[in-house]
């Protein structure tokens, strides 16, 4: 059982459309982390949120922590081929301790 | 700024062979985590280290797997006698000291056991 889910799976857009992929759990999480992984790399982290219903931009990409501090969304403005990539979301749970991460978002963007 | 390096990022052994991939974190960095990636799999928590102490290893395999991180050097994760199950993408990752939540990545190794 996963503790956090991510969704959709795969998603394969069109350069210059918006999407938005989703991270879920059960389970209250004091942070959350958004990493984007390039095939035959380690992920890169792109942003950290702390607060529940904190908004973060980082140029074309939006993400915002869940007032429960149970979920967070990554929203992609104009999306670019460079944009391409599988996206995770990670984060220590309130009752644990180890660093979780939610299986992916596969990303393509075709020009 | 250097960030997390690790090598050899491409390792191939045979099966009964040992496996040694070392992580050096990034400077100022006293934290170490190892993540084990399979294919089209997420990242699984192994181990969490500091200088010359095992924090967490709740995720490691009972046998053959074992990890150090010494007063000096880089942190070494240990496969021993591998077999086939071990292939993967091996992660390390490091954080500054008395935070979990923000970890830094390097580039991986992919072990190949024939």
């Known amino acids: 059982t996963q503790l956090l889910e991510q969704s959709p799976q795969f998603l394969s857009i069109q350069e210059g459309e918006n999407l938005t992929v989703y991270c879920n759990s059960s389970s209250v999480f004091s942070s959350l982390q958004w990493y984007r992984q390039e095939p035959g790399e380690g992920p890169v982290l792109l942003v950290t949120?702390?607060?529940?219903?904190e908004v973060k931009k980082l140029k074309r990409l939006t993400f915002q922590f869940g007032d429960a501090r149970k979920d967070s969304s990554l929203h992609i403005t104009a999306a670019q081929p460079g944009d391409t990539g599988l996206y995770l979301c990670?984060?220590?749970?309130?009752?644990?301790?180890?660093?979780?991460f939610g299986p992916g978002t596969r990303l393509s963007v075709l020009p | 700024n250097a960030g997390v390096m690790q090598n050899p990022r491409h390792l191939v052994r045979r099966r009964g062979q040992e496996a040694r991939l070392r992580c050096s974190p990034m400077?100022?960095?006293?934290?170490v985590y190892w993540y084990r990636q399979l294919p089209e799999e997420g990242l699984k928590f192994m181990v969490y280290l500091q200088k010359e102490n095992i924090i967490d290893e709740s995720g490691m395999p009972k046998e053959r797997f074992s990890a150090e991180f010494p007063k000096e050097g880089p942190s070494i994760l240990r496969i021993q006698q591998v077999v086939r199950g071990d292939s993967a993408a091996y992660f390390c990752?490091?954080?500054?000291?008395?935070?979990?939540?923000?970890?830094?990545f390097g580039p991986g190794t992919r072990l190949l056991v024939l």
């Open positions: 990752a490091s954080s500054p000291q008395g935070t979990r939540e923000t970890q830094y």
């Open positions: 400077k100022g960095h006293s934290h």
């Open positions: 990670a984060g220590v749970p309130n009752y644990g301790q180890n660093f979780v």
């Open positions: 949120v702390v607060t529940g219903g």
